[in-house]
């Protein structure tokens, strides 16, 4: 998914590198920065005490696999800008056919529409033509430019203090951060202005509540642990089997079990652990996960036992299908799993890299074929009723529905975003 940041004004440079380290979690496959030296835009790593700067940590949807591409560079005429974003764009080729990857066609429409039109104008024309999702920073001449997705698909906030102004993807890179609203843009300068683009009726990312987000974030006014503990309460309510103690699949999905154990008065055991060097594995590229490197077995807590293991999704299956293995070698009896979202049985195309059904591992399967393939004795998923319920109506569903905010042809849109290289 990956994360951005930008600051202005006193120590900018170092804020810019303190907020990638508190985004990381949003992707590891590279980070970049840019910086404003006396008036011109740089890329690399900013002096502590430069004016204005950007990071971003890459999670790579569109392009090669486990480089660092963002911020990209581009000049235009006279003008120069560096831009990072979070997000996909289906259409990027519509948007410059000369661009090797979304971010790059973006950056480059952004500066000939700024050009040729003048900030306002030429950001809205920008946005109007964008299938897919951005929230993006910039920096410019005029300062540092922030714009939230229309539809509020990936998240962006904002923090103010006497030393200038902090941008970044998730409130934990912020103190007192508050998020911008759907199609807000900003330019933050010697002057400031804030203008709307179009904005769409909110549709915040499910996935960011149930995996990407950290926990310590606020999203929608929420703290993203809460929103995990009440899914896993929720998804204990139909509890039919029996168990004698609950673990969960490190690390996100550890609140979700933390409110699924509760409800049913049982112990959480942390009877998988991760390697904490491993990262995580379903943002690496497909070549990097191996949950058989990452993950380890404490025999000590399931052997002869019945064991609920909750996840909070289940994507590709790579993660369950190792660890289910894991625990019946290790001597668990019974393995009951339980999913804290309901099945991810289509593409997103807004940011997270299952971008093609076939990787799916619900595509096509119901529930009783699914648990065949993971070796699971049952399986379960929080019913979409009680997930909408928790989540509310500002909330993207896409994968789960296949419904897609811009009425996206999956076909085409698969076409358009397969990645040749993986
Ligand atoms: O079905 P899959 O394709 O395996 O994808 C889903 C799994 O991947 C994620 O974990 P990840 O290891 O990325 O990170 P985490 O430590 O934050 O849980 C998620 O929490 C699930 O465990
Ligand atoms: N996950 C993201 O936000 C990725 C941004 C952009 N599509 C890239 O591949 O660099
Ligand atoms: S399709 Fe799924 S992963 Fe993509 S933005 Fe919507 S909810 Fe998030
Ligand atoms: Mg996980």
């Known amino acids: 998914m990956c994360g951005i940041g930008a600051a202005w004004g006193k120590g900018a440079g170092a804020a810019v590198v303190k907020i990638g380290l508190w985004l990381s979690h949003r992707g590891h496959e590279g980070v970049g920065y840019a910086y404003l030296e006396n008036g011109a835009v740089k890329l690399g ?11 971003h940590v890459r999670y790579s949807t569109s392009g090669p696999y486990g ?31 000369t661009a090797s990857f979304d971010g790059e066609a973006l950056a480059k429409s952004l500066a000939r529409e700024m050009w040729e039109r003048g900030v306002v104008e030429g950001v809205q024309e920008v946005y ?29 906030a904002l923090s103010h203090d006497i030393d200038g102004v902090k941008i970044a993807s998730e409130t934990v890179a912020l103190e007192n951060g508050i998020e911008l609203a759907p199609g807000i843009a900003i330019m933050y300068g010697d002057r ?61 999905a550890r609140h979700a079990a933390l409110g699924f154990a509760k409800r049913l008065g049982l112990e959480v055991v942390d009877a998988v652990v991760k390697n904490r060097f491993s990262g ?9 996960r ?18 609920f293991l909750i996840d909070d999704s289940l994507i590709r299956g790579t993660n369950i299908k190792a660890i289910i293995w894991m625990l019946k070698k290790a001597g668990a009896t019974k393995v009951h799993v339980r999913i804290a979202s309901p099945p991810i049985r289509w593409p997103c195309f807004y940011g997270m890299d299952f971008q093609k059904r076939t990787e799916l591992v619900a595509w096509g399967r119901d529930v009783e074929e699914v648990r065949e393939i993971i070796g699971a ?46």
């Open 45 to 55: 790593k900013p002096p502590e005490d430069t004016q204005a700067a950007l990071v």
């Open 67 to 97: 480089v660092s591409l963002q911020p990209v560079y581009v000049k235009y005429r006279d003008l120069e800008i560096a831009v990072a974003f979070n997000g996909t764009i289906v259409n990027f080729r519509q948007l410059d056919n």
């Open 128 to 156: 109007k033509r964008i299938v897919g999702a951005a929230s993006l920073v910039a920096l410019t001449p005029w300062g540092i430019l922030a714009v939230r997705d229309p539809h509020g698909i990936r998240p962006l």
């Open 192 to 252: 400031i202005s804030t203008w709307k683009i179009d904005p769409k009726p909110m549709r915040l990312c499910a996935l960011e509540y149930v995996y990407f987000a950290h926990p310590a974030s606020k999203l929608g006014g929420r703290l993203v642990a809460d929103v995990r503990k009440a899914l896993g309460r929720a998804l204990a309510e139909d509890e039919t089997e029996e168990g004698d103690v609950v673990t969960y699949v490190p690390e996100t």
């Open 280 to 288: 995580r594995l379903f943002i690496r590229p497909p070549s990097e």
């Open 290 to 307: 191996k949950p058989e490197e990452a993950f380890y077995v404490v025999r000590d807590f399931i052997e002869k036992k019945r064991v």
């Open 377 to 422: 004795d049952t399986l379960r998923y929080i019913s979409m009723e009680k997930f909408r319920a928790i989540l509310g109506d500002v909330v993207c569903y896409s994968c789960f529905t296949g419904v897609y905010p811009h009425g996206i042809d999956i076909d085409w849109a698969e076409r358009e975003l397969s990645r040749n290289f993986k």
